[in-house]
């Protein structure tokens, strides 16, 4: 089974930036990065098809996040400006290898998960 691990996390004060990436052990479909908050369900932010490269982004995301890959290197990246308090969560990064039409955001679509990096927006 494929592993993966993030890095990057950290704190930052709203309106700042943070990139995030995450590494494969090996070949992947799908790349994802979800993030959760104690008490509510894990929700997912972008994923990206590592062959096409095409990409999808959950509402929360869109036009602050970017997801992207460095295909030689399996890794992908999260970049997150303008952040807000309320993007303060955990931060996983999730690996599938099963051929999809889509990188859905559903966590069952994906069966390998980093240990999680947290990211602190402060106001």
């Known amino acids: 089974q494929v592993r993966v691990a993030e890095s990057g996390g950290g704190s930052v004060q709203a309106g700042g930036s943070l990139r995030l990436s995450c590494t494969a052990s090996?070949?992947?479909?799908?790349m994802a990065w979800f993030r959760q908050v104690p008490g509510k369900e894990r929700e997912g932010v972008a994923s990206i098809a590592t062959s096409s490269g095409a990409v999808n982004y959950a509402d929360s995301g869109k036009g602050r996040f970017t997801i992207s890959q460095d295909n030689g290197a399996n890794t992908v990246y999260l970049q997150m400006d303008n952040l807000k308090p309320e993007d303060t969560a955990m931060y996983y990064c999730?690996?599938?290898?099963?051929?999809?039409?889509?990188?859905?955001?559903?966590?069952?679509?994906?069966?390998?998960w980093g240990q999680g990096t947290q990211v602190t927006v402060s106001s």
């Open positions: 999730a690996a599938g290898t099963k051929a999809q039409l889509a990188c859905y955001l559903w966590s069952s679509a994906y069966t390998s």
């Open positions: 090996g070949w992947t479909w799908c």
